[in-house]
C-alpha cells in the first residue's frame, strides 16, 4: 500500500490552465453579447441638411412599429450639427421628420432605415422627393 499514498485531494485539484480558461471564457461571451445585434447598442443619428435650403428649426422622431423610440428637437436649427444620441436594436425603424424653413414654409418628411452594425448613421433631414 504504500505505492497509494497519493492524496485524494491532490488529484481534484484543478489545473492552472483551467482555472485561467473559466473566468477567459466568460469575459469572451460577455464581449460578443456586448456588442450583439441582440441587444440594443448606442447609435448617433446625424441628420444632413437639404442642399440650398436654410433650416430655422427641426425636429425627428424615430418609431417602430406603432411605438416611439425617440424624438429630438432643434429650436434653432440653423448653426451646428443636427445629432442625436439613441441606444437601439437593429431593424428597421421609421423616421418622421419636420422642418420649418428659412422662406416661412414647414416641410415633412417620412423615411424607413434599416440599422445594423454601424455606430453612427447619417441620414437627411428631409429626403429629396417627399
Known sequence: MAGSAEDPA???EPSPLR????????IA?????WRSPLLPQPRTFVWDRP?????????VQLWRGDTLLARSEWPDASQ????????????????LSFARLGN???RRATQ?????????VHAPLLPAGR
Open 51 to 59: 442642399f440650398g435650403l436654410s433650416v430655422l428649426s427641426a425636429e
Open 80 to 95: 451646428g450639427a443636427l445629432t442625436q444620441q439613441v441606444t437601439l436594436r437593429s431593424g428597421p425603424i421609421r423616421v
Open 19 to 26: 482555472r485561467r480558461l473559466v473566468p477567459l471564457a466568460i
Open 104 to 106: 416661412g414654409t414647414e
Open 112 to 120: 424607413d432605415l434599416n440599422l445594423g452594425s454601424e455606430d453612427v
Open 10 to 12: 491532490s488529484r481534484r
Open 29 to 33: 461571451l460577455g464581449f460578443l453579447l
